[in-house]
């Protein structure tokens, strides 16, 4: 199944950027910018067990914690660190920000 390439992340709120049950061969590279024009963001990508009604269960697989991006900076992931098992019974790829500063941080992440 194709990969949704382009993700564009606007909040603090968790985002599913792969969802589990769709099966995929692999993701190569990861890219993510911080787009925010004056603030910085932190970033925690994880692969974790989506439970009825989206949310995510207690079993999650850090990938990044609490990495630092500067407005403008960029962070590039290739493989083999982002293999996983996304069907059925397999993971969620899920993002979720945390804002430095008074505004909602903003990020661009393309899959590929």
Do not use: R
């Not at 390439?5 to 599913?16: D, L, M, Q, T």
């Not at 630092?68 to 019974?89: A, Q, R």
């Amino acid at each position: 199944m194709p990969l949704p390439s382009y993700h564009n992340v606007a909040n603090e709120a968790k985002v599913v950027l792969v969802e589990q049950g769709v099966e995929i061969s692999k993701i190569s590279n990861v890219v993510i910018t911080n787009t925010h024009s004056s603030n910085s963001t932190l970033i925690d990508l994880y692969i974790g067990s989506l439970a009825k009604g989206g949310t995510v269960s207690q079993t999650s697989y850090y990938i990044i914690k609490n990495k630092f991006l500067h407005t403008g900076e960029s962070i590039i992931l290739k493989n083999p660190v982002l293999s996983f098992n996304s069907n059925d019974n397999g993971y969620s790829l899920i993002m979720q920000l945390t804002g430095v500063g008074t505004t909602a941080p903003t990020v661009d992440v393309l899959l590929k």
